[in-house]
């Protein structure tokens, strides 16, 4: 084999006139820009690590432990699937692993100094929640990954308990959070502006996200077996049903949005499977032979239903018209559930330095 | 102890003491008065004789002879004596003549000198009387054979004596004397036992007396013959007995006892150890053979005098062989089968009958009788058994068909008991049939079909099984394609039929799903069944065949990778099953408001995607791939609103997939 032939690709120069047609002059040089596809990555419990899933949607597998230098106690995977906010094993420092070059770079996010035990993003995945509910507090960083532009810390304690649900607006200026109380959710907004105020009520709050580039939110009533909608939520908090029983919602742990927020998805842990609700209307049950858990975004139209455990990941691919639910095998047994590979010897981590910003 | 104490006289009593003085007066008076001595015999000449012998002359030299008038004494009787030399005075040799009567039998005489004037008497001096050295002329009979019995040994010779004895190499024998020229001796049977010399001596007792010579007394052994010499049992069965017999003659006239025997450890044996052939008489003896195993003995009988040495052997030889049994399926070449061995059936469905023959052979050189012929089973059955109790002719054989009809998919065994030998009969009832159903002949690339596998009918036991997948490239560049596989991971998927169901269940589910991968080529599916660790799969092996076609490459994604100012990384996504491309198209689509006319390129992209194909890097991935396409952008970067891609091959072009800016 030629490794050099393989290597050959293209570069495409785009000469854009006003008034003149599109054209292009295409050269050969060498690059290692045919790969094969990575779908996303799952946090392995099991190897303290992120596992690389290769392929594409429907035809899959589970790679090996990525080599990010260190054991990971949790893991939350942004939705471009380029970076991970986690949280070490041994010191419990709070990182962020960046996806995109390996060996893997790992850096660590100062000034969370409490036990970071939840980690939410927004659907544009540059903002995000860490959550420490043992401290009530919450801090919020945006301009994941490359340049955070600051940290917010934000005190919980006005609240009557410790909130367990948090959906973040795409710019990163709204968090929507549900306090459980007895039979009752509630539901606050926070922002920067306006504060803590309460939104709303609900049964049982299970899951919640804005819309995408909205202020609007979408969220899962395990209770009342509803889905609905909340507009304006700094103004009227008006809400509107999206589905019920009746579409299917059975017992809803999960939601998410499409891309072009035309869908909701709504995973139903008993009997497993997901409603894809459509604003148009209608919606769309496929089942799953699985519990789901989670529906995290990995990419556009993809999302992960279940945790990595002996069982095969379960997946659900929003793609085309009808949703389907796929499967992604455990490739290597030996490594499921086994150790981590190990550490290389120069983990690169390095600190970030992020102003601090004003806080409540 | 005081000396008057001792003499048993009181201690200083006078008639005591006066005795005592007497006593020394007279003593002193005798040597005052008496001045002769008496005589001193220094020598006799000869000084002995031999017992027996003839009148001698003694001559007695001394002192303190007379002239004359001196007479010498034999054992205290005066014999006429002279001096020797009549001119010697005083003479000091007396010669007496001394009669044959006189040494007749051994011992001692005494001999003192009288003075004649004095009366004196020498000292006595003994003179010996020998007895003579024995012997031997000849001696009868001079041989005999060994084992004869007692006899009794006449010993002629000279110089016996009464107390002369026969010695038999060196031990005295019960002797008799006969006369002084003839002894007879009594030799037991245990002395003429053995063949051999023996020496044969007399011996008189001192004094004198001595051995005689030796005269050689032989023992001869028993002649005795065997016929025949050598025995060839020929081929016995092992644990039988084969018996021959041989002929023993003596051909002595006395009987001779025999003791027989066979080489130790071998499978030989005679039928009597001990006996006795009367003298010139024959014994028959049978001799039996009895091999433990199959191989060949050599031996050898022998029948031995005891202590005579003498002994003849024969030739033993004989072959131990077993019966042979062996099998035969149908058109195939018989097999041999050991006893405790195991006759393996043919796998069949069940309810379906498959037949092995037997057969047993006798190779030994007699007829074998088989008395049983059995299976405790009912799906092992007999065709054409013989009528039994049946005769197996010495070479010949026994044959019979066996049939196995399984009621049940399992491994079924049960013994077969043929006389006195038992095999195991093995066999395999397979599932009658099952399907691989839940599948189209095409099926699309990247999905993830279901399957389930199916009896054509129920069982009452519950059957494990697995499910494998497999794959044959057809692609333009072959590869496997590593994400072919179940659900549950792997190209081998387990499943359980239970019990009375003829559904196969997948970890609790009625089917399980897999990969089709992207790769054009052949998946199939084959499905096999166990009862335990028995392959009860179906003759017809369950099989599904599914095409993965050679189909338009398909793009499942289009991003910017990235962007700057001047230019931006189109990410694109997908799989093309032949695993070959040829062209690439992108579609500029400007962004509203903006004045630069949409645009299409074509790019020839063939060379680099066989370069991937034909990599090792590739070959994880089946047909898929991620290509990175870095465009430098002349021009007002924002005027681009988006771009399309589609993406052709040998089977067609994909359908656009956009990524807006």
């Known amino acids: 084999m030629n490794t050099r032939r393989h290597q050959l690709l293209l570069q495409i120069i785009l000469l854009l006139a006003v008034g003149n047609p599109l054209s292009g002059d295409v050269a050969l040089f060498a690059s290692d820009s045919i790969r094969g596809p990575v779908l996303g990555y799952v946090f392995d419990r099991s190897s303290n690590a992120l596992r690389r899933i290769w392929g594409v949607p429907g035809a899959s597998r589970m790679g090996e432990v990525w080599p990010a230098g260190v054991e990971l106690s949790m893991a939350q995977l942004s939705s471009g699937q380029d970076f991970a906010l986690g949280v070490t094993k041994t010191e419990g420092r709070m990182v962020l692993v960046d996806l995109r070059a390996e060996p893997g770079r790992v850096w660590t996010i100062p000034q969370t100094s409490s036990k970071i035990d939840q980690v939410v993003f927004n659907s544009r995945g540059d903002s995000a929640i860490l959550v420490s509910s043992e401290n009530r507090r919450l801090y919020l960083i945006r301009g994941l990954p490359d340049s955070p532009s600051g940290i917010s810390e934000v005190n919980l304690s006005q609240l009557p308990a410790a909130p367990q649900i948090f959906a973040l607006s795409d710019d990163g200026q709204l968090l929507l959070m549900a306090v459980q109380g007895g039979e009752v959710s509630t539901l606050y907004s926070y922002s920067g502006a306006s504060g803590i105020r309460m939104v709303g009520l609900a049964g049982q709050v299970s899951a919640m996200r804005f819309l995408n580039q909205s202020r609007d939110a979408v969220a899962a009533d395990r209770q009342a077996r509803e889905v609905f909608l909340i507009r304006d939520l700094l103004g009227s908090a008006e809400r509107i049903l999206l589905a019920s029983e009746r579409e299917g919602i059975t017992s809803p742990v999960a939601l998410e949005l499409s891309k072009d927020n035309q869908r909701v998805y709504v995973a139903n842990a008993e009997p497993g499977g997901v409603v894809t609700i459509n604003f148009t209307g209608g919606a769309q049950l496929t089942p799953c032979d699985c519990i789901p858990t989670a529906l995290e975004r990995m990419g556009d139209s993809i999302f992960r239903l279940t945790e990595l455990s002996d069982k095969p990941l379960m997946l659900l691919d929003g793609t085309g018209q009808e949703s389907r639910v796929l499967f992604v095998p455990m490739d290597d047994k030996r490594t499921a559930g086994g150790s981590v590979r190990p550490l290389p010897k120069r983990p690169t981590t390095r600190s970030i330095r992020i102003p601090q910003r004003g806080g409540r | ?661």
């Not at chain 2, 009549?86 to 000198?113: K, M, Q, Y």
């Not at chain 2, 006892?257 to 001990?274: D, R």
């Not at chain 2, 003995?297 to 052997?313: C, H, K, T």
Request: charged share 10%.
């Open chain 2, 1 to 661: 102890m005081p000396l008057a104490a001792e003499r048993g006289v009181p201690h200083g009593s006078v008639p005591h003491r006066a005795f005592l003085f007497l006593a020394i007066i007279l003593s002193c008076s005798l040597v005052l008065f008496s001045q002769e001595t008496p005589p001193v015999i220094t020598e006799l000449n000869p000084p002995s004789a031999v017992a027996g012998g003839a009148n001698f002359t003694l001559v007695v030299t001394g002192t303190g002879f007379m002239d004359e008038g001196d007479v010498v004494f034999w054992n205290g009787s005066a014999r006429v004596t002279v001096p020797d030399s009549p001119s010697e005075s005083p003479p000091t040799r007396l010669r007496t003549f001394i009669r044959a009567s006189d040494i007749a039998t051994a011992g001692t005489a005494t001999i003192t000198v009288q003075n004649g004037f004095s009366g004196l008497t020498s000292s006595p001096v003994s003179f010996t009387i020998n007895n003579p050295v024995p012997s031997i002329s000849s001696i009868k009979p001079s041989s005999l054979v060994a084992g004869a019995g007692a006899t009794t040994l006449t010993v002629d010779g000279s110089n016996f004596i009464s107390t002369s004895v026969v010695r038999w190499n060196g031990s005295d024998r019960p002797t008799s004397f006969v006369s002084r020229t003839q002894l007879q001796a009594s030799i037991s049977a245990g002395d003429l036992a053995a063949a051999g010399s023996v020496a044969v001596t007399v011996g008189n007792p001192s004094p004198g007396g001595g051995s005689s010579g030796t005269a050689t007394f032989t023992i001869t052994v028993p002649r005795i013959s065997v016929a025949p010499t050598g025995l060839n049992f020929g081929d016995v069965l092992v644990g039988t007995a084969a018996t021959l017999g041989v002929m023993i003659s003596n051909q002595e006239a006395t009987p001779v006892p025999i003791s027989a025997g066979t080489t130790a450890g071998s499978p030989f044996a005679v039928a009597s150890q001990m006996f006795t052939i009367p003298g010139g008489g024959s014994v028959p003896l049978n001799i039996t053979f009895m091999p433990p195993a199959v191989a060949n003995y050599d031996a050898a009988a022998s029948f031995f005098i005891p202590g005579s040495g003498g002994e003849q052997l024969v030739g033993l030889s004989g072959r131990g062989v077993s019966l042979s049994y062996q099998y035969t399926l149908a058109e195939q070449a018989p097999a041999l089968v050991s006893p405790g061995g195991t006759i393996p059936f043919p796998s069949v469905a069940v309810g379906a009958s498959v037949s092995v023959q037997f057969q047993l052979n006798n190779p030994s050189t007699s007829a074998f009788l088989i008395d049983t012929i059995n299976s405790s089973s009912s799906v092992f059955t007999f065709v054409d058994l013989p009528a039994l109790p049946a005769s197996v002719p010495a070479g010949g054989s026994l044959t019979f068909t066996i049939s196995f009809t399984p009621v049940v998919p399992a491994s079924q065994t049960e013994t077969l008991t043929v006389g006195p030998s038992t095999f195991v009969l093995a066999g395999i009832g397979l599932v009658t049939g099952a399907t691989i159903s839940g599948l189209t002949d095409t099926v699309p690339p990247a999905q993830q079909p279901k399957v389930s596998v199916d009896l054509s009918s129920p069982y009452p036991i519950e059957l494990t099984g697995q499910l494998q997948l497999s794959f044959t490239s057809n692609a333009d560049v072959p590869s496997d394609d590593p994400s072919i596989q179940f659900s549950s991971g792997g190209r081998v998927a387990n499943f359980i039929i239970p019990a009375d169901s003829t559904k196969a269940q997948f970890a609790g589910a009625p089917d399980i799903a897999f990969s089709t991968g992207t790769v054009s080529g052949t998946i199939g599916l084959t499905a096999s069944l166990q009862n335990g660790t028995a392959d009860v799969t179906p003759t017809t092996i369950p099989t599904r065949m599914v095409d993965i076609e050679h189909l338009a490459p398909a793009i499942t994604d289009v991003s910017i990778a990235s962007r700057t100012a001047t230019g931006f990384e189109l990410a694109v996504t997908g799989y093309s099953t032949p695993r070959s491309l040829t062209q690439a198209t992108f579609r500029f689509t400007q962004r509203p408001g903006s004045t630069v006319p949409t645009g299409v390129l074509n790019v020839d992209v063939g060379d680099p995607f066989t370069a991937w194909y034909q990599s090792v890097e590739s070959q994880p991935f089946g047909s898929q791939f991620r290509l990175r396409v870095p465009f430098t952008v002349q021009g007002d970067i924002n005027a681009i609103g988006s771009v399309s891609v589609t993406l052709t091959n040998a089977a067609g072009t994909s359908e656009a997939v956009s990524a807006n800016f």
